[in-house]
């Protein structure tokens, strides 16, 4: 299994501004994934963090809006750029290992975010 | 993009109850995991099922898959306040190199 932390746990931002969150795992990890859950409602996947090269984003979100760094194969950062009350989730990242390994994701503890 | 549905939305029995959630999904799949959240917050790995297995048990959990009919079933069994939380299932394309995609949930509360 691996340990992921997230930072912030939760933050209040104000409408127009940015907020970067942090993901911080315990062990070299090939895949990271940000994931944001709206209020009530499921997972939905953001992008596939890829280290060495750009985020790959699924349909509906921008790199504009939801930039991505993969610095090193322990870390990554999300940001939610030009926020807006609409943005307000639970941020979530996840690891997996590669295949031939185990297959389970695990997730970090979230960041909750209110916009105002 | 294949998506997991969960059925019951919303289930709420007595505590010492058996509790069955249900899960379908669209597309083939490698995997099936299932997830529990308490109150917003991370996600708790519970168990994944592999495509070629057809039942698994962890503890008090018991998972089925029918890759036939789409579906998976979470049957928790001797029931517990601490049980209380949102189950989801979702499913990958396998290796770990996939995103998930997941199910709608069922929240499930346990009566004292």
């Known amino acids: 299994s691996a340990v992921i932390s997230q930072k912030p746990s939760r933050d209040i931002c104000q409408r127009g501004t940015s907020l970067t969150i942090q993901c911080q795992v315990d062990?070299?990890?090939?895949?990271m994934f940000w994931y944001r859950q709206q209020p009530g409602q499921s997972l939905t996947l953001i992008a596939t963090a890829n280290q060495g090269s750009e985020a790959t984003y699924e349909s509906g979100f921008v790199i504009d809006k939801f930039p991505i760094s993969r610095p090193n194969l322990t870390f990554s950062t999300l940001t939610v750029s030009n926020m807006s009350p609409e943005d307000s989730s639970i941020y979530l990242c996840?690891?997996?290992?590669?295949?031939?390994?185990?297959?389970?994701?695990?997730f970090g503890p979230g960041t909750r975010l209110t916009v105002l | 993009s294949q998506q997991g549905e969960e059925d019951p939305q919303a289930l709420s029995i007595q505590e010492g109850e058996n509790a069955t959630m249900n899960c379908s999904y669209k597309t083939s799949i490698n995997n099936l995991q299932w997830y529990r959240q308490n109150s917003g917050r991370g996600l708790v790995h519970l168990i994944l099922?592999?495509?070629?297995?057809r039942e698994k048990h962890s503890g008090r959990l018991r998972v089925t898959l029918d890759t036939s009919k789409k579906s998976s079933s979470l049957l928790i069994t001797a029931s517990r306040a601490a049980d209380t939380a949102s189950y989801f299932c979702?499913?990958?394309?396998?290796?770990?190199?996939?995103?998930?995609?997941f199910g709608k949930g069922t929240h499930l509360i346990i009566q004292p």
């Open positions: 996840s690891v997996g290992f590669p295949k031939g390994g185990t297959d389970t994701q695990y």
């Open positions: 099922i592999r495509s070629n297995e």
């Open positions: 979702a499913t990958d394309g396998g290796g770990g190199a996939d995103g998930l995609t």
């Open positions: 062990s070299q990890v090939t895949m």
